[in-house]
């Protein structure tokens, strides 16, 4: 169900940046415990499962969600008692900086495809089942093998990555306009045309790219070497199968034309033509 543009962007940000000041006021002036943002992430949580709410209210609880684990993690990474958290502190500003920014960057470039589900939240069942994985790892080898989770150099690098992700993966999405969309179209639309321009100039597949860095580069910050490979891979074989999928119906819409922008033009990913 398409959603206009305005309403849903203006409440999305609103909610977000509110959750995080009132989290810091609470935190602030009448509790000093780091676990108060849990508890409250915890509630919203399963108001968000639950709850069969209206699309303005989803918007406002998913936007407040996210906020919650933005908030949770900054006071993960600047904690002094809970060392354990620092790292992951960072990953769930970047998790959740994601998931927010994904359904802003679709509210003002794609509009026409807006929805509750721009968010991402509910990407796959395999999607956080491996998000839970990568936390299961950081923590088990945190307590059995600290020094894994110590190389500062690792962590800052896959920060860096994430943000390189996320710049091209938003920049794509700008680039395509109307024409980008989570779900590999299968009929073309009147105003369906090729985008050459921008990002799609130097790859033809610029947000997968993006999507592929910062999903690496999430894994780099928690020093995971076990997902870090994992994620390479599936994340990798993942892409390879929908870009396979997703230009077969790019060939039906354009023809040659697409045929000679794939000649000029790689696609982004490696060893994927």
């Avoid at 609470?26 to 000093?32: A, E, H, M, P, R």
């Avoid at 495809?113 to 796959?124: A, E, G, K, R």
Wanted: proline letters at 3%.
């Amino acid at each position: 169900m398409n959603m206009s543009f305005s309403k849903y962007l203006i409440f999305s940000v609103f909610s977000f940046v509110s959750t995080i000041l009132t989290c810091h006021f609470l935190l602030k002036f009448y509790i000093s415990d780091i676990f108060i943002s849990c508890i409250v992430l915890f509630v919203i949580f399963v108001v968000l499962l639950l709850a069969p709410l209206p699309e303005i209210c989803a918007v406002v609880i998913r936007s407040s969600f996210l906020a919650i684990v933005f908030f949770t993690g900054l006071c993960g990474c600047n904690s002094v008692h809970f060392e354990i958290l620092h790292l992951f502190g960072w990953y769930l500003c970047v998790l959740s900086t994601f998931h927010f920014t994904e359904f802003i960057a679709i509210a003002v470039c794609s509009d026409d495809t807006l929805s509750i589900d721009s968010f991402l939240l509910n990407h796959s069942v395999e999607y956080w089942l491996a998000a839970i994985l990568s936390w299961m790892e950081y923590f088990v080898e945190y307590y059995y093998f600290p020094s894994l989770k110590h190389v500062a150099f690792i962590s800052k690098c896959g920060f860096m990555l994430t943000i390189t992700g996320e710049v091209i993966r938003k920049l794509a999405i700008y680039s395509a306009g109307k024409g980008f969309s989570h779900l590999v179209s299968t009929k073309r639309k009147e105003t369906h045309k090729l985008v050459t321009t921008g990002m799609y100039h130097f790859w033809r597949h610029p947000a997968y790219l993006g999507w592929l860095l910062w999903s690496v580069g999430t894994q780099l910050i928690l020093c995971n070497p076990a997902c870090f490979v994992g994620y390479s891979y599936v994340s990798w074989k993942f892409l390879k199968q929908r870009i396979q999928i997703e230009e077969s119906y790019l060939v039906q819409f354009f023809g040659n034309e697409y045929l000679k922008y794939r000649e000029k033009v790689p696609s982004g990913i490696p060893f994927v033509d």
